[in-house]
Each structure stands twice: as C-alpha cells, then as structure tokens.
C-alpha cells in the first residue's frame, strides 16, 4: 500500500498573529472639561470617573501586574474578590473589633451616608462598561472600591481639601494620571489661597509616595487590623498640614473630588 506524500508535506501558511487590546488613548479634551465641572461641584463624582476613564487607561494594567509581583498577589489576584459585594456587608462589617480600620470605616460611611454599591453605580454612569470579566477591569473595579478605606487610613475627610489631599496620594499609589491631573487642579486653584492648600495636596502625594503599597493589600485581613497598628506596618504618616488648617476652611479650599 502506497501513502500519499502530499498529505505529510509541510504546512507554509502561516497562522493568523493573535490580536492584542489597543493600548489606551489619552483623552486630555474630556478629561480638561470634566476636571471644569468637578472643580465647581466637588459631589459631582460622575466627573471623577470621567476624567480616570479620560486617562487612566493603562494603570490597571500596570497595577495588576504589580500585584503578581507581591508575596500574597498572586493568590489576590486568583481569588478575584469583588470587594464592592464585600464591603456591602453589614454583618461583617459589625463584626469587626472596635479600633479596626474596618470598624473605623464602617462609622465614617454612616455618618457621611456613603456605601461601596453606591460609588459603584456612580462609575457605571459612562460610556464604558466597567463589569468586564477581565482582569484589569477587577484591579480597577479593586481600585474604585478601596477609595473609602483610604479615606480612613490617611486620615482626610471628605472636605474639599481632604478630597484634594487624597487624589494626591492616590496618584502616588496608582500612577493614574487622572488622579494627578485633579490634584493639580486643585492645588493652582488653591497657590493664592490664606490657607497652605496647596502644601496639603503635595503633603497627599509624598505620603502616598512613601506609604507601603495600598493595592497590594489583603483588605479582608486589613479591616480587622487596628487602626493604628495599620496605619504604623504601611508608613502612613499624620497629615499635619491638612490637620493644621482649621476643619471649617477645609471646604473653603479648591473642591477637588
């Protein structure tokens, strides 16, 4: 029995190159325009998302793989935790110990009336969808979702200067452009100003610089650290010029978030 050759012979057609994600553009127009309108309407959050989504594009890809880079992130990063259905939570959240960054977070979002559903609904309000089942989309859902948490472990309300002070340290922590291009909104805004406004945001960023590295966290462990004991083991140091200015000229600085 004779076999055809032809069948055997190799194949010269190459195989179509897989197709990779276009990279993400910066968008500075939209970005400019929603920075406007968040600068004369700090509770305008809808624009905070506008300007990440405007130009933010590739700071979860490079957070992400940071995160697999950490002794624990790979593990992070498997489990996939959507901390917005965690931090929902009520039952967990009363469980926490008294002096936990958990129980410190749970007081502050019930005493402003904020929830981690309701800054996620915020973020869905674009062109965008935000639930995509990839994983650059859960480090940035993981990114929206800690926003509060933070807010307590620096320890800047949600005045607008201590909104301005914490973009500044997000910018630090996350590389997303969007966030520096608020706090340096905020800070021209607030050079001429009585109060060390502007001195305060750049406080925000080189705390953040210095702290340990907040989105490599286990926040499931953090909420049931102390307070103090967290904010010690991840070189979060006090925001003494934010603390110098009086609370009640806080809101009188440039609203930033």
């Known amino acids: 029995m004779s076999l055809a050759t032809d069948s055997y012979a190799p194949h010269t057609a190459r195989a179509p190159a897989p197709q990779r994600l276009p990279k993400p553009r910066l968008q500075w127009g939209a970005a400019l325009k929603a920075l406007r309108r968040l600068l004369a309407d700090k509770e305008d959050t809808v624009q905070v998302f506008e300007i990440m989504r405007a130009l933010n594009g590739g700071a979860s890809a490079w957070g992400y793989q940071r995160l697999l880079e950490t002794p624990q992130g790979g593990r992070i990063a498997y489990e996939r935790v959507e901390l917005e259905a965690r931090l929902m939570d009520d039952a967990w959240l009363d469980s926490l110990p008294e002096g936990s960054v958990g129980h410190a977070y749970r007081d502050f979002i019930r005493s402003e009336q904020l929830s981690a559903e309701g800054l996620a609904q915020v973020s869905r309000q674009g062109a965008k969808p935000v639930e995509v089942m990839h994983p650059y989309a859960w480090f940035g859902r993981r990114t929206r979702d800690v926003h509060d948490i933070w807010h307590v472990l620096s320890g800047y309300h949600r005045d607008g200067l201590g909104e301005g002070c914490l973009v500044a340290f997000s910018y630090a922590q996350t590389r997303g452009l969007g966030w520096a291009l608020i706090a340096v909104g905020g800070a021209l805004r607030g050079r001429k100003a009585k109060h060390p406004y502007a001195q ?25 650290e102390p307070l103090d004991a967290a904010r010690r083991r991840l070189n979060i140091t006090p925001p003494t010029i934010y603390d110098a200015i009086p609370p009640e000229a806080r809101d009188e600085a440039p609203k930033a978030a």
């Open 200 to 224: 305060a945001i750049w406080q925000g960023y080189q705390r953040g610089k210095a702290a340990a590295w907040l989105l490599g966290e286990d926040y499931e462990a953090l909420m049931a």
